[in-house]
């Protein structure tokens, strides 16, 4: 529970979810447009509209790299663990 209150709640807020982006002030528009659930609201809004997704390789990718760099961090840091 407290994860999802200090993490996922701010993050739905700022991402575009609740409230258009554009209408946040400009230090939230930048945090936003690094958060992982901006990419996927971002991907997924257009799908939901019916309109073709302009930039969709761009999230896509941005996406795999926020599961890939986590992915190689967690096993170096295992692997340190390990050898200790």
């Excluded at 991402?15 to 997924?44: E, H, K, M, T």
């Excluded at 930039?55 to 790299?65: F, G, K, Q, R």
């Amino acid at each position: 529970m407290f994860y999802q209150t200090l993490f996922i709640t701010p993050m739905i807020f700022l991402c575009g979810a609740v409230v258009p982006v554009a209408q946040l002030p400009s230090i939230f528009q930048s945090v936003a447009g690094i958060l992982p659930l901006a990419q996927s609201v971002d991907l997924i809004r257009p799908a939901m509209l019916g309109r073709p997704a302009g930039s969709a390789a761009l999230h896509i990718s941005a996406l795999c790299i926020y599961a890939v760099i986590p992915f190689f961090l967690s096993t170096a840091l295992f692997r340190r663990r390990l050898m200790r």
